[in-house]
């Protein structure tokens, strides 16, 4: 599976971003797929998770009410849309791709990495 990401960019505080994923392959649809993010200095942290099926979806608490996580099966596409963002919330962006992922929120649980988007959110 490759990823693409994209759709970050420079934002107020306040406002609102949707990234984007793209995978490539047949079996998008068999993968669990969660965002990352990591800031200068900073180790990679966990964002959202959603399950294969979009059924289950899963969030840190940082981002919780604010960050909404999707997915289109038929596109082969992962979405995050958030909104109220902080200027906390800059960083990197990645998202990633995994089978039967169990600890969906460390980054060893994923196969597949995309290059990462740059957020940046003033205040």
């Known amino acids: 599976v490759q990823l693409q990401a994209s759709g970050g960019g420079l934002v107020q505080a306040g406002g609102s971003l949707r990234l984007s994923c793209a995978a490539s392959g047949r079996t998008f649809s068999s993968y669990d797929m969660g965002w990352f993010r990591q800031a200068p200095g900073k180790e990679r942290e966990f964002v959202a998770n959603?399950?294969?099926?979009?059924?289950?979806?899963y969030y840190a608490d940082s981002v919780k009410g604010r960050f909404t996580i999707s997915r289109d099966n038929d596109k082969n596409m992962v979405y995050l849309q958030m909104s109220s963002l902080e200027p906390e919330d800059t960083a990197v962006y990645y998202c990633a791709a995994g089978r039967g992922v169990i600890r969906y929120w460390s980054p060893s649980g994923y196969a597949y990495w995309g290059q990462g988007t740059q957020v940046t959110v003033s205040s």
């Open positions: 959603i399950r294969w099926s979009g059924s289950t979806t």
